[in-house]
């Protein structure tokens, strides 16, 4: 575009030097004479020459707008390639990040992995070890867990600490029981059944001994429709009144123990005499803790001696594969 403004250039100075020239030429004040027919001429050729001047301004004019358009689009695509350079060296910065967060994560993962190694070799020499002490009985075997009168855990009548609370508040709880007040009812339900049986078996052979000949069973059958409900009702009502007090007992001092048995029978026994008096109710109510707490000494004297007869050795642990001399693997 700057070649061909430079041509039109060119020849524009060169029809101006050709203009003049013509003008130098032409008569002045009668000089020369010339015909009309070149007069005619030289006029047409000025007319050539003129109009081709006002095309040459015209394009020079329309070049000069065209150079001003190309030089806003330089100054606009000058703006934009150094948006373009910005953005270029902020994703270069972001790339760079990238990479380092990349190594960062790679080697995390690669200690991750190696962690993961480590804690698998030590799951399986545990699994051998857990093995081994499965065969050889020692969860079970070399050490004697339990709880003594006081509520005390015991290791091999080792005293250690008060047993620990459980999630329904009592210590050293029996699982292999209800909870409560849930086993109000079992123990309700028990003490029915047992009472029905036992009342069965004793109005049964009862009724048929006090029968004449003939209607043995008719008067067996009698005797216990009479008398074997209301001796598993008896049996019932003191079977759930115990668990109550039991119960109530053991929430409020917050440990099991013999004691409770105790305390609950006393309050049973009371409360099952207390139509004839507060003092009846009293004797009652003695009597029956005291053999509740017969029966509380005997099964701990019991479970003492068995525990003393059944104290095993511990085995000895054989060591896991691929763990150093003198202890299992860590």
């Known amino acids: 575009m700057i070649a061909r403004a430079n041509e039109v250039k060119a020849e524009?100075?060169?029809?101006?030097?050709?203009?003049?020239?013509?003008?130098?030429?032409?008569?002045?004040?009668?000089?020369?004479?010339?015909?009309?027919?070149?007069?005619?001429?030289?006029?047409?050729e000025q007319d050539t020459i003129a109009h081709e001047i006002d095309s040459m301004n015209a394009e020079v004019q329309r070049l000069k707008e065209t150079l001003e358009s190309y030089d806003r689009d330089h100054s606009v695509l000058k703006k934009q390639l150094q948006s373009l350079e910005a953005e270029t060296s902020e994703l270069d910065n972001e790339?760079?990040?990238?990479?380092?967060?990349?190594?960062?994560?790679?080697?995390?993962?690669?200690?991750?992995?190696?962690?993961?190694?480590?804690?698998?070799?030590?799951?399986?020499?545990?699994?051998?070890?857990?093995?081994?002490?499965?065969?050889?009985?020692?969860?079970?075997?070399?050490?004697?867990?339990?709880?003594?009168a006081s509520g005390m855990g015991t290791i091999n009548d080792l005293r250690l600490a008060s047993m620990p609370i459980?999630?329904?508040?009592?210590?050293?709880?029996?699982?292999?029981?209800?909870?409560?007040?849930?086993?109000?009812?079992?123990?309700?339900?028990?003490?029915?059944?047992?009472?029905?049986?036992?009342?069965?078996?004793?109005?049964?052979?009862?009724?048929?001994?006090?029968?004449?000949?003939?209607?043995?069973?008719?008067?067996?059958?009698?005797?216990?429709?009479?008398?074997?409900?209301v001796l598993g009702g008896n049996f019932g009502v003191w079977g759930g009144l115990f668990t109550s007090f039991d119960c109530t007992v053991k929430s409020v001092r917050q440990k099991e123990d013999p004691w409770n048995a105790?305390?609950?029978?006393?309050?049973?026994?009371?409360?099952?005499?207390?139509?004839?008096?507060?003092?009846t109710a009293f004797g009652a109510g003695v009597m029956c803790g005291i053999l509740l707490g017969v029966f509380e000494g005997v099964g701990v004297l019991m479970q003492r001696l068995l525990a003393e007869g059944n104290k095993p050795v511990a085995p000895i642990i054989p060591d896991a594969p691929g763990a150093p001399a003198g202890g299992p693997a860590k």
């Open 166 to 229: 459980t999630q329904t508040g009592h210590p050293g709880q029996d699982h292999s029981r209800d909870p409560c007040p849930w086993v109000i009812l079992n123990d309700f339900g028990g003490a029915f059944a047992m009472g029905c049986i036992g009342g069965t078996i004793w109005h049964g052979i009862k009724g048929a001994r006090n029968s004449p000949r003939g209607e043995r069973f008719l008067g067996s059958v009698s005797a216990i429709k009479a008398r074997a409900p």
């Open 95 to 148: 790339e760079e990040q990238f990479w380092h967060r990349y190594e960062a994560l790679q080697s995390e993962t690669e200690q991750l992995a190696s962690d993961e190694a480590r804690v698998r070799e030590q799951i399986e020499n545990e699994k051998i070890l857990l093995e081994s002490l499965q065969a050889s009985d020692a969860f079970l075997d070399a050490f004697c867990i339990e709880e003594d």
């Open 262 to 279: 105790i305390i609950a029978g006393f309050f049973t026994g009371s409360s099952l005499a207390i139509r004839g008096g507060p003092k």
């Open 12 to 44: 524009m100075d060169t029809l101006t030097l050709m203009e003049r020239e013509m003008e130098r030429l032409a008569l002045v004040d009668g000089d020369l004479e010339m015909s009309q027919e070149d007069m005619n001429r030289w006029r047409r």
